[in-house]
């Protein structure tokens, strides 16, 4: 039986796409050293599945659906500058995402739906982040650059919608192909269970360094 790499995500709207683009240049003359993740392939992922097959994948689809009658949309803020592990020895570079609360009862949310269908979840505690950049090594210290932009909110997210992804590995980075797109909004409810007819209207599959 074939299996699929699977995950549920946010999307990102083009507006706050654009902004990511617009702070990556700015820290470019910075951080020349930083792999930067294209701004259209972004998604603020809830839950990772790894390898699943189709019938496990049944599942996630009909618990997906389920959360829109315990959810509803909500705002969030894109603010400040981080790095794992630490701004001493950066990897990875993170926007940061207010109010977390938020989107940690929505990761509870949907954990749960996922349980009462049987599927298990990462244990760990959730750390919603959108990785930006990521740096390979050397020493470079950047908390003087963090501390600039810790307060400012580079633009807001409006969390309305999951969308359930399948991946593909490829030699030149992995192809997000989106299987369920649901709305978080019981009175305007839009259920997409197509590649090729999805909620953004034929939207391109999406990349990933």
């Known amino acids: 039986m074939s299996s699929v790499r699977a995950f549920l995500a946010i999307p990102l709207p083009r507006q ?3 902004s990511i683009r617009a702070i990556q240049t700015q820290l470019q003359a910075s951080i020349a050293e930083a792999r930067w993740t ?4 972004l998604h603020l992922t ?21 959360v829109r009658d315990c959810q509803r949309p909500f705002l969030v803020e894109v603010k400040g500058l981080g790095a794992f592990p630490n701004p001493y020895r ?20 949907t954990a749960q739906c996922l349980s009462q269908a049987g599927l298990t979840t990462d244990s ?9 950049g990521r740096l390979r090594g050397g020493k470079l210290d950047l908390t003087e650059l963090f501390n600039s932009v810790r ?22 980075g992995a ?4 299987l369920l797109a649901v709305n978080l909004d019981d009175e305007d409810t839009d259920i997409h269970d197509a590649t090729n007819n999805f909620i953004a209207g034929n939207a391109p599959a999406r990349r990933e360094h």
């Open 16 to 18: 706050l796409q654009e």
């Open 38 to 41: 294209r701004p259209e392939n």
């Open 46 to 66: 809830l839950h990772f599945f790894g390898e699943v097959e189709q019938e496990t994948l049944e599942k996630l689809k009909v618990s997906v659906l389920s």
């Open 90 to 109: 950066p990897r990875v570079i993170w926007l940061g995402l207010e109010s977390r609360g938020q989107l940690e009862q929505l990761h509870r949310a």
């Open 124 to 132: 760990r505690p959730y750390s919603p982040h959108l990785t930006i």
């Open 151 to 172: 307060y400012s909110t580079l633009n807001q997210l409006t969390v309305d919608r999951l969308i359930l992804y399948k991946s593909r590995l490829r030699p030149d």
């Open 175 to 178: 192809q997000h192909i989106p």
